[in-house]
């Protein structure tokens, strides 16, 4: 499924275009994790899962890290994060298996990614290897909410379309942050969409494996509904149930 959904770029920005078309934040996703992270504070970050890069090109006019190491399973999300992020060095790796040594970096990245893993627990044990004591971890994910208005449009099931989802979320991953770790916490991002165009909730829905067997009938059925919404309220709500978690290396360790 991993391989599926992330052997290109094209499902995942479609996914991402849903949610910064839509956006009611006044900065957006990438802004406010930038500021809840302060990345140039850091030396050596390392980003796993770092997909296309899209997180640190839209804050390369900011204060970046002296160096950021990229890491992804895809080559095609490497290549193309390869051309976006200034001071970036790409390999190939699981996070559950990382290339480096012990305390090599100041800060780990985790972009809704860590649900992905082969095995969750062993992805932070992992990172809690790589980062410095007194350095950070910073694991963003979504609550059991998120996108519910799209998960429960006709034809839909949402445990088919992420059935990874609740491997790892706000609900249960400050609890896998126990050996090596201090000091967890979780910081919401305040945001909803407000849609006004049916054909992009199609292509999000489209974007995942159980959504591209969506035939036209079904695909019409849906923007049917999105429509019914827009029409009545002039937009189609989406609960955006997304934040931090933010983990702390224990000092001691």
């Known amino acids: 499924m991993r ?3 992330y052997g290109t770029t094209a499902k995942l920005e479609a996914r991402l275009r849903l949610h910064t078309a839509y956006s009611t ?27 296309e890069g899209s997180y640190w090109e839209s804050n390369e006019h900011l204060d970046l890290p002296g160096r950021i190491f990229l890491t992804d399973r895809s080559p095609a999300m490497l290549a193309r994060a390869g051309g976006r992020v200034r001071r970036g060095q790409c390999i ?9 040594g012990a305390g090599s ?5 985790a972009n809704h990614m860590l649900y992905h893993a082969e095995d969750v627990q062993l992805a932070i044990a992992e990172l809690a290897r790589v980062v410095a004591p007194g350095g950070f971890v ?11 208005e799209v998960f429960a449009l006709p034809n839909i099931a949402a445990e088919s379309l992420f059935p990874f989802a609740d491997r790892f979320d706000l609900h249960n991953g400050t609890g896998m942050f126990t050996e090596g770790y201090s000091d967890v916490s979780v910081q919401r991002y305040p945001n909803h969409l407000e849609v006004t165009d049916a054909q992009p909730v199609v292509d999000y829905l489209l974007s995942t494996e159980a959504g591209a067997q969506l035939d036209t009938v079904a695909q019409a059925d849906i923007a049917s509904k999105v429509q019914r919404d827009i029409d009545a309220y002039g937009h189609f709500h989406v609960t955006v149930d997304t934040g931090l978690i933010i983990a702390r290396r224990d000092a001691n360790h």
């Open 138 to 148: 910073f694991a963003a994910t979504n609550g059991p909410d998120a996108l519910k």
């Open 92 to 100: 190939r790796a699981s996070v559950c298996a990382l290339p480096y």
């Open 3 to 5: 391989d599926e959904l």
């Open 105 to 109: 970096f100041d800060a780990a990245f």
């Open 25 to 51: 934040h006044k900065d957006g996703w990438f802004r406010w994790l930038f500021e809840a992270t302060q990345p140039g504070r850091f030396d050596r970050v390392l980003d796993v899962g770092c997909g």
